[in-house]
T-cell receptor
Framework: DTGVSQDPRHKITKRGQNVTFRCDPI?????LYWYRQTLGQGPEFLTY????????KSRLLSDRFSAERPKGSFSTLEIQRTEQGDSAMYLC????????????FGQGTRLTVV | AQKVTQAQTEISVVEKEDVTLDCVYE???????LFWYKQPPSGELVFLIR??????QNEISGRYSWNFQKSTSSFNFTITASQVVDSAVYFC?????????????FGTGTRLKVLA
């Protein structure tokens, strides 16, 4: 399978716990995005990497959120001290370099904070 | 500011009917890109089409067609002879170069239900 892979697919955690999600982009894609999607809404941009450099972070990304992309390959998104409001689908996408290239999305990680 | 509006929250049609999903966008940039994605119940966003701001030609791909009109800032999507498998949430998205990145701004989506 050469698509974008996310792990885990589902995560249930207690409020206050830390969680980490992993994304493996399509191998030749140097751009990687994290989005969050809540019920009935479209995906909202969280952060963007070009290779290993994190070039943009949304204001939605509070201090409890951190993302990394070591060596420009896979990426991790960590949420510390989870809150019920963090419950959402977390989507990862990757794209080739260039202007306006289409992004390919993974199947997402559904986080439920109880 | 960038914005994508999909005013239709949910549409229900009977199989074989044609259906058009509306998308209106706002941007100050002269160079931008528009996309449609399909999100079936499995959750994965599936890329359908990309259009750049300099290409207003309409496009047809099988039962799918897209109508891009810069004059009305719209990029509408028509499914001809709809099928049950077309049932999904469809998202329109806009990408322009801001702060050196090409992030995608999504609309709120239109849920399409095709009834047998």
């Amino acid at each position: 399978d050469t698509g974008v892979s996310q792990d885990p697919r589902h995560k249930i955690t207690k409020r206050g716990q830390n969680v980490t999600f992993r994304c493996d982009p399509i191998s030749e894609h140097n751009r990687l995005y994290w989005y969050r999607q809540t019920l009935g809404q479209g995906p909202e941009f969280l952060t963007y990497f070009q290779n290993e450099a994190q070039l943009e972070k949304s204001r939605l990304l509070s201090d409890r959120f951190s993302a990394e992309r070591p060596k420009g390959s896979f990426s991790t998104l960590e949420i510390q001290r989870t809150e019920q409001g963090d419950s959402a689908m977390y989507l990862c996408a990757s794209s080739l370099p260039g202007r306006g290239t289409e992004a390919f999305f993974g199947q997402g990680t559904r986080l439920t904070v109880v | 500011a960038q914005k994508v509006t999909q005013a239709q929250t949910e549409i229900s049609v009977v199989e074989k009917e044609d259906v058009t999903l509306d998308c209106v966008y706002e941007t100050r940039d002269t160079t931008y890109y528009l996309f449609w994605y399909k999100q079936p119940p499995s959750g994965e966003l599936v890329f359908l089409i990309r259009r750049n701001s300099f290409d207003e030609q309409n496009e047809i791909s099988g039962r799918y067609s897209w109508n891009f009109q810069k004059s009305t800032s719209s990029f509408n999507f028509t499914i001809t002879a709809s099928q049950v498998v077309d049932s999904a949430v469809y998202f329109c998205a806009l990408s322009e170069r801001t702060s050196g990145t090409y992030k995608y701004i999504f609309g709120t989506g239109t849920r399409l239900k095709v009834l047998a």
